[in-house]
């Protein structure tokens, strides 16, 4: 099974400052056929179902703010939170779809400063 | 809007069975792969499952393997999970989600509690 290990588990962050969040796979994630890497971010708030932020490690989803960019290849992955609002207190999750069986990481918990 | 629904939760002694459906509207079913994600209470997200749009390919989580089994009924635009010899750490909130490789739609989930 491929291992998803994110850092750090919570941090805390002021407005409008950068959140950054890195998740690492035990086995690389890319696919050499189509030089995608198969990784995708969720946001996950309080008594909410997750939500897609970015798939294929850095293309957002349709509606996300432009505030949220994924970056990385082959192991090593980092989201993005450009200028953190209110509203993106939540914990963020990475995924990888490579193989089966299908893996996250631990979360990582998203606060205000 | 892509809706999905889920239902069939409660509370089940362990040892027991529950199925659980995923009713799902605003796209066309049966051309997604499908799959069930739970959550166990102040945990993290695992995967538990995954169906092909035809069923040909059908997919477990090795914590459920033999004890569970996933289905759909293209004509009846639903998903389900067949839960049977319930154990205490299957206690989660259950998610249907759409599958794209990535999981692009969720449900709001339904709780499965496996308690004497």
């Known amino acids: 099974d491929i291992v998803m290990t994110q850092s750090p588990d919570s941090l805390a962050v002021s407005l409008g400052e950068r959140a950054t969040i890195n998740c690492k796979s035990s086995?690389?994630?890319?696919?050499?056929?189509?030089?995608?890497?198969?990784l995708a971010w969720y946001q996950q708030k309080p008594g909410q179902p997750p939500k897609l932020l970015i798939y294929w490690a850095s293309t957002r989803e349709s509606g996300v703010p432009d505030r949220f960019s994924g970056s990385g290849s082959g192991t090593d992955f980092t989201l993005t939170i450009s200028s953190l609002q209110a509203e993106d207190v939540a914990v963020y999750y990475c995924?990888?779809?490579?193989?089966?069986?299908?893996?996250f990481g631990q979360g990582t918990k998203v606060e205000i400063k | 809007e892509v809706q999905l629904v889920e239902s069939g939760g409660g509370l089940v002694q362990p040892g027991g069975s529950l199925r659980l459906s995923c009713a799902a509207s605003?796209?066309?079913?049966?051309?997604?792969?499908m799959n069930w994600v739970r959550q166990a209470p102040g945990k993290g997200l695992e995967w538990v499952s995954y169906i092909s749009s035809n069923s040909g390919i059908i997919h477990y989580a090795d914590s459920v393997k033999g004890r569970f089994t996933i289905s759909r009924d293209n004509a009846k635009n639903s998903l389900y999970l067949q839960m049977n010899s319930l154990r205490a750490e299957d206690t989660a909130v259950y998610y249907c989600?759409?599958?794209?490789?990535?999981?692009?739609?969720w449900g709001q989930g339904t709780l499965v509690t496996a308690s004497s």
């Open positions: 989600a759409r599958s794209k490789g990535h999981l692009d739609n």
């Open positions: 995924q990888q779809y490579y193989n089966i069986p299908r893996t």
């Open positions: 605003g796209f066309t079913f049966s051309n997604y792969g």
């Open positions: 086995q690389t994630v890319l696919y050499s056929s189509d030089n995608k890497n198969n």
